[in-house]
T-cell receptor
Framework: AQSVTQLGSHVSVSEGALVLLRCNYS??????LFWYVQYPNQGLQLLLK??????LVKGINGFEAEFKKSETSFHLTKPSAHMSDAAEYFC???????????FGTGTSLTVIP | NAGVTQTPKFQVLKTGQSMTLQCAQD?????MSWYRQDPGMGLRLIHY???????DQGEVPNGYNVSRSTTEDFPLRLLSAAPSQTSVYFC????????????FGPGTRLTVL
């Protein structure tokens, strides 16, 4: 069975500071991993995805994530937070055909001016 | 392309009423799915479909029905609404086979009194 754990349901950072959102997964086969962002009252938008091509994945809006198999992790980072990054972030895993997603419980990011 | 569209955006029901949440996509995606989003629980899969005439249950299917008569449409039916079904519902679609990004609709906010 697959599962995703996001440590920290709420994260606050100062504007300009490093953003680090944690995601750990469990999967019996090599997974596909995704990060999605949800702005208030909107649907989910893909930030980036890991598909086994490269362990460091770059996404939109300056975000990136590194796949670490030994740690079963796929943490999301951004060097310098911007006010517009305030949102809910979801990590998701899929395997096999890649269509059925399992989502983490989400991390709400607050950016303090 | 309109992408994934959902109607209505908001709905209030009384306990025991039935209704259908509509979802449509214009990207010719074979895979479509319904999720519910509840605070602190992330997104949980209700039902999914890998093509017209094919549907299957997800993690939380009880109290919901689906059908897929066309590639474009994937309605979700609440048979007899209960307060526990108060939630935000998202429809998503993608191509079959991984690792394909799921595209999300804007959501339907449902309140059951």
């Amino acid at each position: 069975a697959q599962s995703v754990t996001q440590l920290g349901s709420h994260v606050s950072v100062s504007e300009g500071a490093l953003v680090l959102l944690r995601c750990n997964y469990s999967s019996s086969v090599p997974p596909y991993l995704f990060w999605y962002v949800q702005y208030p009252n909107q649907g989910l938008q893909l930030l980036l995805k890991y598909t086994s091509a490269a362990t460091l994945v770059k996404g939109i809006n300056g975000f990136e994530a590194e796949f670490k198999k030994s740690e079963t992790s796929f943490h999301l980072t951004k060097p310098s937070a911007h006010m517009s990054d305030a949102a809910e972030y979801f990590c998701a895993v899929s395997e096999g055909t890649g269509n059925q997603f399992y989502f983490g419980t989400g991390t709400s990011l607050t950016v303090i001016p | 392309n309109a992408g994934v569209t959902q109607t209505p955006k908001f709905q209030v029901l009384k306990t025991g009423q039935s209704m259908t949440l509509q979802c449509a996509q214009d990207m010719n995606h074979e895979y479509m799915s319904w999720y519910r989003q509840d605070p602190g629980m992330g997104l949980r899969l209700i039902h999914y479909s890998v093509g017209a005439g094919i549907t299957d249950q997800g993690e939380v299917p009880n109290g919901y029905n689906v059908s897929r008569s066309t590639t474009e449409d994937f309605p979700l039916r609440l048979l007899s609404a209960a307060p526990s079904q108060t939630s935000v519902y998202f429809c998503a679609s993608s191509y079959v086979g991984g690792p394909n990004e799921q595209f999300f609709g804007p959501g339907t906010r449902l309140t059951v009194l």
